[in-house]
């Protein structure tokens, strides 16, 4: 039984990141649980109705997030799912980002509950500042 909420947890993660980037509020208020809360790199926190909001309005400034590796972890009805993942900006930037997000099973339904993202860019050869 591990195994099968293992894997359904695994394609909600992939459906997660493809909403993202995608804009896609339907599979979100599905998804995320109505006490949802999203805390950004930048250490800003979104309740569910700011981060359906965000999402309708296509702020996603990403053109492509790869996932890297992935692992789930269960403790009872919640879940651990922590990512690492590659991302491309629409400018071209590249980065890492990882990220936790925390669901929750009740009546056998798994909701996201929070979400913590951690992004960083890339640093390209030749930027890197050296002390004089």
């Not at 309740?47 to 909001?53: M, P, S, V, Y």
Request: proline fraction near 1%; hydrophobic fraction near 40%.
């Amino acid at each position: 039984m591990a195994m099968h909420h293992e894997q359904h947890l695994q394609r909600m993660n992939e459906k997660y990141v493809a909403a993202s980037l995608a804009g896609d509020v339907d599979w979100y208020r599905m998804h995320l649980a109505d006490e949802f809360v999203c805390i950004e790199s930048d250490a800003s926190m979104l309740d569910k109705n700011a981060f359906l909001r965000l999402t309708a309005r296509g702020c996603s400034d990403l053109e492509e997030y790869k996932l890297v590796d992935v692992d789930v972890k269960f403790y009872g009805d919640v879940a651990l799912v922590r990512a690492l993942g590659s991302w491309t900006k629409k400018t071209g930037m590249r980065g890492i980002s990882r990220y936790i997000d925390v669901y929750v099973r009740s009546d056998d339904e798994w909701k996201v509950v929070s979400a913590q993202i951690t992004r960083a860019p890339i640093a390209r050869a030749g930027n890197d500042h050296e002390s004089g």
